[in-house]
């Protein structure tokens, strides 16, 4: 679940070059304050997100997908996407990490 505060990392494992994989996240407004992603900025044209771009509502679980695109990857890979929310603060940083064959 990608939480406010330092950063997650999601470990894809071993893939194939080539391969499309789809991971199911959990986003969750843990404030007080109703939330939205404003803007998500990625080190890597590999790596997306897909979701609903609604305001999430306190305490509201949303499921997100992280899609990672391995044509033209080989070898050990570490990508980085931050989502910047309405609030202003730090943005959350997400993790990509892959060992391409």
């Given amino acids: 679940m990608l939480a406010r505060g330092g950063s997650d990392t999601i470990r ?3 893939m194939h070059e080539g391969e499309i994989l ?28 897909e979701y609903e771009n ?6 509201e679980r949303r499921q997100i997908t992280l899609r990672f695109d391995a044509r033209g990857e080989w070898g050990w890979q570490l ?10 603060q730090e943005p959350l940083r997400l993790y990509v990490e892959a060992d391409i064959e």
């Fill in 79 to 88: 990508k980085l996407l931050r989502l910047y929310l309405n609030d202003g």
């Fill in 22 to 49: 789809a991971y199911p996240l959990a986003f969750r407004n843990a404030s007080q304050r109703v939330t939205l992603v404003r803007e998500v900025e990625r080190t890597c044209g590999c790596t997306t997100l």
């Fill in 54 to 59: 609604q305001p999430l509502m306190p305490g």
């Fill in 12 to 14: 894809l494992g071993r």
